[in-house]
């Protein structure tokens, strides 16, 4: 069964320092999210993209975030200068078209900010 | 005002018994989805349920059932003969309807009920 796939799996940084997050969705899969969960907190929305753009952000996105599919295939998460308070679970999720009834995530990435 | 809410942060069964946990919703859109995630001790989000507002059945896949109130907002998971391997957080999301411009809504999260089964 096709999954959504996401690297590093942990990834540790110094504080300042810029990551990219990676994640390969469901190939046929056209809209596509980022959602954070902080350790014990719920899950919290990032970003959506669809049709090479930006849908919605939350007020979390600030300008320190960005995202990117460069390749058609990668959808990547960036933060630019990570903060302690970054530390977190990064999962990538994707819809199919028309698929309402589900929405697929992938393993996550957790980010551990030093 | 919180959109999802789970009441109870721990709940806790022996195996073979069937256990309900709580999620009640707030919108004041006609449609919407309704979601129920498990998420092991490993970290990843493991989709189980899904309830369309309109869907005049309760939703079933195997041993989890989501018991639908409308009229109370209310999208309770039902598992039945719980097992070892259930323990986990299990987490109620809500899509709100999708936006007029295309694509679809953003999920919106309840905080979570840690379930642990006993043997």
């Known amino acids: 069964e096709p999954e959504v796939t996401q690297t590093p799996s942990h990834q540790v940084t110094q504080m300042g320092q810029e990551v990219i997050l990676r994640c390969v969705p469901i190939?046929?899969?056209?809209?596509f999210y980022w959602y954070r969960q902080i350790l014990g907190q719920k899950v919290e929305f990032l970003v959506s993209?669809?049709?090479?753009?930006?849908?919605?952000k939350s007020e979390i996105f600030d300008d320190q975030f960005s995202v990117e599919r460069p390749d058609g295939s990668n959808f990547t998460l960036k933060i630019r200068s990570t903060k302690l308070e970054d530390s977190a679970m990064y999962f990538c999720?994707?819809?199919?078209?028309?698929?309402?009834?589900?929405?697929?995530f992938g393993p996550g990435t957790r980010l551990t900010v030093l | 005002a919180q959109k999802i809410t789970q009441t109870q942060p721990g709940m806790f069964v022996q195996e073979k018994e069937a256990v309900t946990l709580d999620c009640t919703y707030d919108?004041?859109?006609?449609?919407?989805?309704l979601f129920w995630y498990k998420q092991p001790s490993s970290g990843e989000m493991i989709f189980l349920i899904y309830?369309?507002?309109?869907?005049?059945q309760n939703a079933t896949e195997g041993r989890y059932s989501l018991n639908f109130q409308k009229a109370r907002k209310s999208a309770n998971l039902v598992i039945s003969a719980s097992q070892l391997g259930d323990s986990a957080m299990y987490f109620c999301?809500?899509?709100?309807?999708?936006?007029?411009?295309?694509?679809?809504?953003?999920?919106?999260f309840g905080a979570g009920t840690r379930l642990a089964v006993h043997p």
């Open positions: 309830q369309g507002s309109y869907d005049q």
């Open positions: 190939s046929n899969h056209l809209y």
């Open positions: 993209f669809y049709n090479n753009e930006i849908s919605e």
């Open positions: 919108t004041s859109d006609p449609s919407y989805g």
């Open positions: 999720a994707s819809i199919l078209a028309g698929q309402v009834d589900t929405q697929y």
């Open positions: 999301a809500m899509r709100e309807q999708n936006p007029p411009s295309g694509g679809y809504n953003k999920l919106i």
